[in-house]
């Protein structure tokens, strides 16, 4: 195709010859490009789901606990209204999140700082979300933020955004590659999802007919938290020691967790609450987000964001873990705060909780602790493939890798 007249292409990286580039208003459907609902407003249980930016994470759409809009609201932005084969953008906060809307999420809505495109016949949608993630238009949409208040990107630069142009089969190639690992790393997410829902419906049968005792969290583990080393002081940070922030744990696709955004140096962890916890401590977080659980893979710190359970035996360990996840709205309803919810240690500590026999213990431990293990296999799998796939599309996108030896190393991989 020949380069449209609307994409200035100064500045951007040579492209191998035959590719071009293009601005992604000219690959829309007229009037392809808005952005959704801005006064939603209150919660309506029985109303329409919209997307927000919180929802839109890792090219996926979270539909487990949307927002709902009256069928009144939603209607003055019909617009927007989902149909499927949309390529979703955020525009405000995390700015350059991208997902593919899949046909069950057909009439649903979105929220106004999410962009919707309509993707003409000329492109399929993987691909053009498959360019938004690419280096070239994140760094377009990067220099072009607004942030006065909050980062936000307008829709007059979202339709200059440069997308990449191949020839037809060669697009058609490279996003085989990507479909192919992000399908595997799909079934290695569901993989870890079945797992772990057996693994609750497991405890649910452990506690039928069991009450409550004695026993709390706090009598029955060792309750700690964590802390954060002075930012100021450059030596406390960048060393070898993970550091766990809400972040970190509330994007897992999988109760899991193999790094952290940010380390911290042995001077750090002396200068601040957290201990280095061992891996498989159970982390919770506490503010906020109350209630997303981890299980460092290794030993890892935590900022004051979290609850840290210690069991004394690893038997316990699955027993609370489960015990936890069955109790999040209990303990969201006792945490307070004037500028976000927050579960004080205290309160968790004293929350009594349901304790079968040890043999009892034992047993489920001995049936949910594989179940963990291949779940949290998958998750590592699923971690590999993505950091793969991060590394091969920039080759590809630019060129200087091809096809057919990406494909075999996706073969290889897969």
Request: hydrophobic fraction near 40%; proline fraction near 6%.
């Amino acid at each position: 195709m020949t380069e449209p007249a609307s994409i200035d292409s100064a500045g951007l990286p040579e492209l191998p010859e035959g590719w071009s580039y293009a601005a992604l208003e000219d690959l829309l459907e007229p009037n392809g490009i808005s952005y959704g609902i801005v006064q939603p407003g209150n919660h309506d249980p029985a109303g329409i789901p919209i997307v927000r930016v919180k929802d839109l994470k890792a090219g996926k759409i979270n539909r487990s606990d949307p927002l709902r809009v009256t069928s009144e609201v939603e209607e003055k932005y019909s617009r927007t209204r989902l149909r499927g084969g949309e390529v979703l953008i955020s525009l405000v906060g995390s700015v350059g999140e991208t997902a593919v809307v899949t046909s069950d999420l057909a009439n649903w809505n979105v929220a106004r700082a999410i962009g919707v495109l309509r993707v003409s016949d000329e492109v399929s949608p993987s691909w053009l979300r498959i360019c938004l993630n690419d280096d070239i238009a994140q760094h377009y949409m990067q220099t072009r933020l607004n942030t006065t208040v909050q980062a936000t990107l307008n829709l007059r630069d979202v339709k200059k955004i440069p997308i990449i142009m191949p020839p037809e089969p060669e697009r058609q190639a490279i996003a085989a590659v990507a479909v192919a690992l992000d399908n595997k790393i799909a079934v290695n997410e569901s993989i870890s999802t079945t797992t772990l829902e057996l693994a609750d419906t497991k405890y649910s049968h452990a506690i039928e007919g069991l009450g409550f005792g004695p026993e709390t969290f706090g009598s029955a583990a060792t309750v700690a938290g964590g802390g954060t080393p002075s930012t100021k002081i450059e030596e406390y940070w960048g060393g070898d020691i993970a550091w766990t922030t809400p972040t970190d744990v509330t994007t897992l696709s999988a109760p899991y967790l193999f790094d952290t955004s940010r380390t911290i140096t042995s001077a750090g962890l002396e200068n601040c609450a957290s201990q280095l916890y061992p891996a498989q401590s159970i982390f919770m977080t506490s503010r906020a987000t109350i209630g997303a659980f981890a299980l460092p893979q290794t030993p890892a710190a935590v900022n004051q964001g979290f609850i840290v359970v210690l069991p004394p035996t690893e038997e316990l360990r699955w027993w609370l873990l489960h015990e936890m996840r069955s109790r999040v709205d209990e303990m969201i309803s006792l945490a307070n705060g004037s500028t976000f919810l927050e579960l004080s240690r205290k309160n968790f500590k004293a929350m009594s909780i349901r304790l079968a026999d040890p043999q009892v213990v034992s047993q489920f431990a001995q049936e949910v602790s594989p179940l963990h293990g291949r779940a949290a296999q998958a998750a590592a799998e699923s971690r590999t493939l993505a950091a793969l796939r991060d590394a091969l599309l920039p080759q590809l996108m630019s060129g200087k890798l091809r096809v057919r030896d990406a494909e075999k190393i996706v073969e290889d991989a897969v």
